[in-house]
């Protein structure tokens, strides 16, 4: 069964960040040019998917904002490419209601992904190679003997 889904919990407080995520999402620390986020999504994009849930929650409005379509007058090659990328990929979001963990927020994805298979991918999380789509060749290629 090939994965076309990818679901990112985005919610939490960044306790571990503090001052800086006072006001700013962790997910939105930048790493050169970009959001950590934005190379989550580009991982997944990358990969093959075309769905994405971003679980958010309370003071994470940034994100959204970041994943909308670019109004800026002047562009340059990182927001053509994330423009580009947000032709081709459905994101949709859905806010965690209170912060009870991970495990909850994933639960948040349930009616999104509907018992198919899906990648989760964490959104503050940077893998170097991307590895996602390494995992989603070993489920759908690998059979697994239980």
């Known amino acids: 069964m090939k994965i076309k889904k990818a679901v990112i919990p985005a919610a939490g407080y960044g306790t571990r960040m503090l001052p800086i995520t006072k006001a700013q999402p962790k997910e939105m620390v930048p790493v050169v040019h970009k959001p950590v986020i934005q190379y989550v999504v580009e991982e997944a994009y990358y990969s093959g998917i075309r769905e994405i849930l971003i679980i958010t929650g309370k003071h994470k409005r940034a994100i959204e904002d970041h ?25 949709f979001f859905v806010r965690q209601r209170e912060q009870r963990g991970l495990g909850d927020a994933v639960r948040y994805a349930e009616a999104f ?23 989603m060749y070993a489920f759908e290629n690998i059979e697994v003997q239980l």
């Open 67 to 91: 994943f909308d379509r670019s109004d800026l007058p002047m562009k340059d090659k990182y927001t053509e490419e994330l423009d580009r990328i947000l032709d081709e990929v459905d994101i």
């Open 113 to 135: 992904v509907d018992d198919e298979p899906f990648a989760l991918l964490l959104g503050d999380n940077i893998t170097i190679p991307p590895c996602t789509k390494m995992l």
